[in-house]
């Protein structure tokens, strides 16, 4: 006789059925957390290329920066991706009465959502380590990066219709090869050791680095200098070839110390000066940005009891309303808190209360929401209030269908 398959009991089973949600949230919040970061990267790589089209080492110095913008993306589309991801693996379910199942086996909504809160609970402490240690030091790394860049002087290659302004040196030239070091029709002036006005044009010219490093070799052709000398004449010299030395330039200044800005010191550091009798930045504005990074991160546990309710309320092939709502009730919770910080800094609001007054607002929602869902899941306190908008989101369709079909009669 054959022995009956053994089936999963108790614990076995509800670690088969957490192991299974957990990998259908997996790759879609890999997904979402990738495509949202890469995007806000590659748009901000093209704004710091136009920055930085003149500087020495250009794409080494694009390179640093779209690293150390990492943790601030990170931070920004982390939520975002969660609930995403959540409202994804939700709807799926749902699609495939797979929630239904588990209700009539005797799981509660409670139970199917538990794994997605766990995954909210280590996405809470990932983000501390993000918003409270990663992104301080990547922001001031930031802008260290960025003052060498800006203040890296030229690195010897010159684009046409480009100019170098510096102290004493002003170069232009209307054409140059893909290189930078092979230039028509150049006009430099520039101010000598004792001070006195040069001015040199040429028909071309050619770029190389001097051996010492700190100058850059020009080899003009077919120009004229003009220029005073020592007794403050004006002199005229054309020549076929003529060479002279171009100094490089390097950093006009020192960065400050890392510290300067509230949103360069980790939680700790906020802590600690929140503390000092004479800290550096107001006390006020280091409370109002500790709690934000805490409200933040303390937000993520809850987005699963949020997203529920609004997954299991959007019928099939209706999912834009509730996705709508949930990207409008992110959007406030966002600018809320900032509404929040603003408030506490400028001394109008305590900061506790402009920071933990959004928080608990949003967090109750979520809970009362989710209450709402357990007892008939789809029939939640928003069910109405999507299908209403859903209504005129299709009445708003059809009057500009019939429009269009009119014009086109």
Known sequence: MKKPIPTPHGTARFRLIDAYLLRMLLWPIVGCLGVTVIALLLERVLRLLDVLSQSSARFGYVTELAANLVPHYLGLALPVAFFVALFIVITKLSDGSEIDALLASGQSLTRIAAPFVY????????????????????????????HEAINAGWNGKLNGGSFIDQPKLLMTADGADPAGQQLTRVFIRRMDAAGREEVITAATADLRSAPDGKNVIMLLRRGQRIGLDARGEYRILVFDQFTTNVPLSGAAALLRSRGGDERELTLGELARQAESPNPIVPRPTLLAELYGRLARAAFLPFLPLLAFPLGLAAKRGNRTPGLIIAGVLLLAFQHSLQLGQSLAESGKAMPLAAIGLPWLIFTSLSVWMFVGSRKRPGQTPVTDLIQSFGGGIKRFRRMFRDKFEQADA
């Open 119 to 146: 995954v909210g609970l280590f996405l809470m402490v990932f983000s501390l380590i993000v918003f409270g240690y990663m992104q301080p030091y990547s922001r001031y790394a930031y802008r260290a990066v960025m």
